[in-house]
């Protein structure tokens, strides 16, 4: 199984950078596409980012585009979320998670997530 850990979180304000890394163990995280997911108070669970195992395709939700940039790395098993230009509305909580198949924008196809981590944008 894959045990997902992120971290970077923090508070900033509007227009800096940040960048989050999801640490993740298991030996199968490589063939894994890796998503990006954010949820704010009394907000459903929103699609950030995402990128497939190979690397080769990235997928990004409207709001971020141009923002974010997802990356990850198989030799460090890592997967890193760049995020420039920060908006207040970016605030909330930033999970990590892995997906084997389906659709890489939709929750219900993933099967690990991490813990979370906060992210907070002041304006």
């Known amino acids: 199984q894959v045990q997902l850990v992120e971290s970077g979180g923090g508070l900033v304000q509007a227009g800096d950078s940040l960048r989050l890394s999801c640490a993740a163990s298991?030996?199968?995280?490589?063939?894994?596409?890796m998503g990006w997911f954010r949820q704010a108070p009394g907000k459903e669970r929103e699609f950030v980012a995402a990128?497939?195992?190979?690397?080769?395709?990235?997928y990004y939700g409207d709001s971020v585009k141009g923002r974010f940039t997802i990356s990850r790395d198989n030799a460090k098993n890592t997967v890193t979320l760049q995020m420039n230009s920060l908006k207040p509305e970016d605030t909330a909580v930033y999970y990590c998670a892995a997906a084997n198949y389906g659709s890489v924008y939709k929750k219900a196809n993933y099967d690990y997530w991490g813990q979370g981590t906060q992210v907070t944008v002041s304006s």
């Open positions: 990128i497939s195992w190979s690397g080769d395709s990235t």
């Open positions: 298991g030996r199968t995280f490589s063939r894994y596409t």
